[in-house]
């Protein structure tokens, strides 16, 4: 791990415990040395490569323009902000576009003092030499909601000191056994804090720990417009999701007085071959060759299963080390045969297994949670109360690549097993939390020194946030995908204007059938998910809100919507929706309409119902879904039923 990591968490904490608290984290210590000799000596036996990976920290006014480019708006460093950039800054939060000029300012003056050519500038036009122009005359004055309703910018002292007294009654009940809050995802995490919020958390910054039996119970709050998880977007969306989060978590961590750093990785030379030690894109690349459509190496889930089979109920399983020997071997035989699907998985022992599984995580060219983001989630439990670590990680971890983020998953939702046979294998979320933790985040090739075995340590409660809270962590907020409605809207607005200036042929193909029924397509599997749908895929499909798709969709009474299922015996069917509609209706109604003539499962079982167009490029929904609020929300939408593409 980067010299800037370890630097993170030096300072020590000092945490509230009781009696029985101090002895069974005296334990855990003692589990997580062990853990950090056998790391040592893996290391020393030459199990491990020592190529490192170096993460260095870019120069100032490098960082910005990087950070810009990122969220999507590298064309304010060239001075023009262009289609896409006005689309963004157009849903920003003040407190967000706030963020961004802070940055845009920063390189501004850093390119001034280095004497290169400086940033378009109305200053630099007419000599002025005022303050620069601000971006938060193109933000909306309110933040977006997921149902359109206006929020107030900031709280008046009366509803901060209520906040405060609030804050104050949740910390009097610390020692409950459980504390159950509320989510409020209507708005942006940056515009729920409050004063009393970011005064509480530097009184109790550094005081507290909650134990894996005192961490609050969070509810993810119910929306009629239903649930929208990682994997439900389009890839178009899911990338206009990454800028949101890393304008948000900088926005969030600039309120909290946390500097947000962020490591530029070194490329090193690494193998391209093998089950251990390649970078995890290429891995990935490697394994689809042989299963098409896989998202997580297939070593990984081939560890992660057998650890599943034979050892979820085996009293430490993940703590008890397997034979050194043994691993290496294994190893060896692995890196020969396991492609050649040769390798005989009976003769391993679960806790070489375990081993062979922290291996894999540690020989990763490049950290699993990524070189540039380790900082970011370092710096989460610098944060307090529990509340706001969530948030924190829940924008990092929409930062996260695909690889990362689905391997990640795939390793907490094994941990989470793990945890709930505690009462067999006597490992609780605690103990898990301090034996993975060095293996997140120790990098590879390190021989375990102390600084890093302290942020180690310590990072042990950002993990166990990590397995408890995953499935609020993989759900996107309402308010982030309010966002992107509202930057497809003022795409499509650009895209008409362009699209009325083109031939009429873009609308209809050359081998589009006279019948009125579209031509035959692909499996859903051939189609790229960066690709929008084409107008003629899908009859009466409309990606923009313009006269022509209103045009297609006239002869289709208000609050009836034509469902589509190219694939099913019954391809379309007109339903009329009321305030009671939800997704299962609507495939119940296709199921029994194609129970007798069709073997296709449905009702979620293998086919779903997606919004496609509109303001959304491709959306699966959430079973408990009201279609007519979402019908009101995204009127050109197109509804079809399909399988849900890997």
């Known amino acids: 791990m980067s010299s800037s990591v370890s630097r993170e968490l030096q300072c020590p904490q000092v945490f509230g415990r009781s009696i029985s608290q101090e002895s069974v984290e005296s334990s855990s210590m003692e589990d997580f040395w062990s853990e950090v000799r056998s790391i040592k000596e893996s290391s020393q036996n030459g199990q491990e490569e020592q190529n490192l990976v170096e993460a260095k920290t870019p120069d100032e006014g490098e960082m910005e323009a990087e950070w810009l480019q990122e969220v999507g708006l590298s064309t304010l460093v060239s001075g023009s902000a262009g289609e896409d950039g006005m689309a963004l800054l157009s849903t920003l939060t003040r407190a967000q576009a706030a963020a961004v000029q802070r940055r845009l300012d920063t390189y501004t003056q850093t390119t001034r003092r280095k004497n290169k050519q400086p940033v378009r500038d109305v200053r630099d036009v007419f000599g002025l030499t005022d303050s620069p122009a601000r971006i938060e005359l193109m933000t909306p004055e309110v ?48 515009e729920s804090l409050t004063a009393a919020q970011k005064e509480q958390r530097c009184r109790n910054n ?68 093998g089950p251990f030690g390649v970078p995890l894109t290429t891995l990935l690349e490697n394994d689809q060759k042989k299963v098409p459509g896989t998202k ?18 085996a009293e430490g399983i993940l703590r008890v080390p397997g034979s050194a020997s043994r691993v290496k071997n294994y190893r060896q035989e692995l890196e020969a045969r396991f492609y050649n699907d040769t390798f005989d998985w009976d003769q391993v022992h679960h806790n070489d297994v375990a081993c062979l599984l922290k291996t894999f995580i540690r020989e990763l060219p490049y950290p699993l949670l990524t070189a540039e983001y380790l900082p970011a989630f370092v710096a989460v439990q610098n944060i307090s109360p529990t509340k706001l670590q969530l948030q924190a990680l829940h924008l990092i971890i929409m930062l996260l690549p695909d690889p990362n983020r689905d391997t990640v998953k795939a390793l907490l939702e094994y941990l989470s097993k793990v ?11 605690w103990n898990v939390s301090m034996i993975v933790a060095p293996n997140l985040f120790m990098c590879k090739g390190r021989s375990g020194n102390h600084q890093e075995a302290e942020a180690a340590t310590k990072a042990a409660n950002i993990v166990q946030l990590l397995i408890k809270y995953q499935d609020i962590l993989w759900t996107i907020p309402s308010f982030m995908i309010a966002q992107v409605r509202k930057m497809n809207e003022s795409e499509n607005r650009r895209r ?11 609308f209809f193909p050359p081998a589009f059938r006279g019948n009125g029924s579209p031509p035959l397509c692909p499996s859903p599997r051939g189609r790229n998910r960066n690709q929008e749908p084409a107008l003629w895929e899908i009859p009466g499909v409309n990606l923009c809100p313009t006269t022509l798709g209103h045009s297609l969709k006239s002869d289709i009474p208000e609050g009836v919507i034509r469902v589509y299922a190219t694939q099913l015996s019954k391809v ?12 299962s209706d609507i495939l119940a109604r296709f199921h029994c309409e194609n129970s ?51």
């Not at 997580?296 to 109920?313: A, C, H, N, V, Y």
């Not at 945890?419 to 979320?429: C, H, P, T, Y």
């Not at 379309?572 to 997704?583: R, V």
């Open 206 to 273: 550094f005081t507290k720990r909650p134990s894996s039996t005192t961490l609050p119970k969070f509810t993810i709050p119910k929306d009629r417009l239903g649930l929208t998880r990682i994997g439900d977007l389009s890839c178009q969306d899911m990338k206009k999701i990454h800028n949101l989060a890393l304008i948000e978590i900088t926005t969030f961590y600039d309120a909290l007085g946390i500097e947000l750093k962020r490591n530029r990785t070194l490329r090193v030379k690494a193998k391209e071959t």
């Open 143 to 190: 933040s977006p909601t997921s149902n359109g309703v206006q929020q107030s910018e900031e709280k008046t002292l009366w509803d901060q000191t209520k906040e405060n007294n609030k804050i104050g009654q949740i910390e009097s009940q610390q020692n409950s056994p459980e504390i159950t809050e509320d989510l409020n995802w209507n708005i942006p995490y940056s």
């Open 596 to 646: 007798t003539s069709s073997a296709v499962p449905l009702n979620g079982q293998g086919h779903y119902l997606f919004e496609i167009g509109g303001n959304i490029g491709e959306r699966c929904l959430d079973l408990s879904t009201y279609i007519l609020d979402l019908y009101h929300l995204n009127p050109n939408a197109t509804w079809v039923i399909k399988p849900r593409t890997l």
């Open 296 to 313: 997580i190496p297939l070593i990984f889930q081939k560890l992660l299963s057998r650890m599943e089979q034979t050892g979820l109920d």
């Open 572 to 583: 379309s069917m007109a339903i009329q929706l009321d305030n009671e509609t939800k997704a």
């Open 496 to 506: 008409t204007k362009v699209t009325w200036l083109t031939s009429p042929s873009f």
């Open 419 to 429: 945890v709930a046979n505690e009462a067999k294998n006597r490992m609780s979320l």
